[in-house]
């Protein structure tokens, strides 16, 4: 059984602060690496994929990667309320599987 | 480019009722994910299609079924619908089965 887990939440910051999410997977083939932002009552929105060791800027996101200790996480720099959501990690273990995720962590943003 | 898009975006059926959902991925994209999702269980996967083939399924009872035509557009039907079936019904698409996904707004079944 393929899993992803994210640690327990919910996850409180004050504004400004780093927000750090993090999530380990259990299929050491895992090639695709996805964090989504999912807003209460809409959709999952994809914020970031990596497929390589190391770490992936883009604006405030940062997305790390260690296949070694089958860990990805997502750091929010300057949080703003706005980020307030629950985060999905989204794993995928190659061309002919699927994408599993894990149950997400709710992030709270303090003003 | 348009988004994923899903109809109906709200249903209500009674138990025992079938109900088709549809879904059109972005222009170009050839797989089709569906995914339930209630509060307490999460994001779980139903099945995916790719070229019209389904190539992974989860791990749902036989009553859930999809299909994908030509043109990419996908379907999904529920059969004898049970209160349990009551969730939020997402459709998402990809440019192949190893990229990202991107999800529609979703259904939203209520089944009383």
């Known amino acids: 059984q393929k899993e992803v887990e994210q640690n327990s939440g919910p996850l409180s910051v004050p504004e400004g602060a780093i927000a750090s999410l993090n999530c380990t997977y259990s299929?050491?083939?895992?090639?695709?690496f996805f964090w989504y932002r999912q807003y209460s009552g809409k959709s999952p929105e994809l914020i970031m994929f990596?497929?390589?060791?190391g770490d992936k800027e883009d604006g405030r996101f940062t997305a790390q990667l260690n296949k070694a200790s089958q860990y990805v996480s997502l750091l929010i720099r300057d949080s703003q309320p706005s980020d307030s959501a629950t985060y999905l990690c989204?794993?995928?273990?190659?061309?002919?599987?699927?994408?599993?995720f894990g149950k997400g962590i709710t992030l709270s943003v303090r003003p | 480019k348009a988004g994923v898009t899903q109809t109906p975006r709200y249903l209500i059926k009674t138990r025992g009722q079938q109900v088709t959902l549809s879904c059109s991925p972005i222009s170009g994209h050839r797989s089709v994910s569906w995914y339930q999702q209630t509060p307490g269980q999460g994001l779980q996967f139903l099945f995916e299609y790719f070229s019209e083939t389904q190539r992974n399924k989860g791990n749902f009872p036989g009553r859930f079924s999809g299909r994908q035509f030509s043109n990419s557009r996908s379907e999904m039907n529920v059969s004898t619908l049970e209160l349990g079936d009551s969730a939020l019904y997402l459709c998402?698409?990809?440019?192949?089965?190893?990229?990202?996904?991107?999800f529609g707004p979703g259904t939203r079944l209520t089944v009383t």
């Open positions: 989204a794993v995928n273990a190659g061309a002919n599987s699927k994408l599993t």
């Open positions: 299929d050491r083939g895992s090639q695709s």
């Open positions: 998402a698409s990809s440019p192949g089965r190893e990229y990202e996904q991107y």
């Open positions: 990596i497929y390589s060791n």
